[in-house]
């Protein structure tokens, strides 16, 4: 049983691979791989979880950097059923798993998102929110005091279109804090 999960980090991926274990107290092995971050700083890790060395966390792993996804967890469940498979068998049987898992996965790009802090007059407050709709901004909180402070979190490739359309739309009036 394969299960492929988005992970942003390490400790995610921990936590995903626990949950796991946990789901499957009687399995076998709960063999992992996963890649999270970017090319400039990726992080992985992977397991064969008790079978033999290189059977199985090693061609989930070059499975899932073959797909060229990241941030992904794949976990792949073995209850053994009395039949060995030899180190081929293993090798053939978690490669195909993970295969199969990614092909059946929905797909969304990897995105870099940068966290801002915006204090925002109340008259501007709905152009604002439409603007950073128009960007597909996340925004992560708002506080409403003498103004409106947002905490939004921007794909870095819009980064600098969002700030232009923001001060125009404030005539230059708008606070924009990185956090």
């Known amino acids: ?53 290189g059977t199985a966390g090693r061609p989930v792993m ?9 941030n992904t967890l794949i976990t792949v469940v073995r209850y053994y059923g009395g039949t060995n498979l030899g180190t081929g068998g293993l090798v053939r049987a978690y490669g195909d798993a993970a295969r199969r898992v990614i092909a059946g996965a929905e ?4 995105r870099i998102l940068r966290e801002y802090t915006l204090e925002v007059p109340y008259d501007l407050h709905r152009p604002v929110r439409t603007i950073l709709e128009e960007f597909r901004v996340e925004i992560r909180g708002e506080r ?3 103004q409106v402070e ?15 359309a923001l001060r125009n739309v ?10």
């Open 62 to 70: 070059e499975i899932l950097k073959g797909s060229g996804l990241t």
């Open 1 to 53: 049983m394969a299960e492929l999960t988005p992970v942003p980090d390490r400790e995610s991926a921990e936590a995903e691979i626990t949950r796991r274990r946990r789901e499957h107290p009687q399995a076998s092995h709960v063999v992992y791989a996963f890649i999270t971050g970017s090319a400039r700083s990726e992080v992985s890790g992977m397991s064969d979880d008790g079978e033999p060395r």
């Open 144 to 146: 409403f005091t003498e």
């Open 107 to 110: 797909r969304r790009p990897f």
């Open 150 to 164: 947002m905490v939004i979190a921007c794909d870095e490739d819009y980064r600098e279109s969002l700030e232009g």
């Open 170 to 179: 404030s005539r230059g009036t708008l606070r924009v804090c990185f956090t």
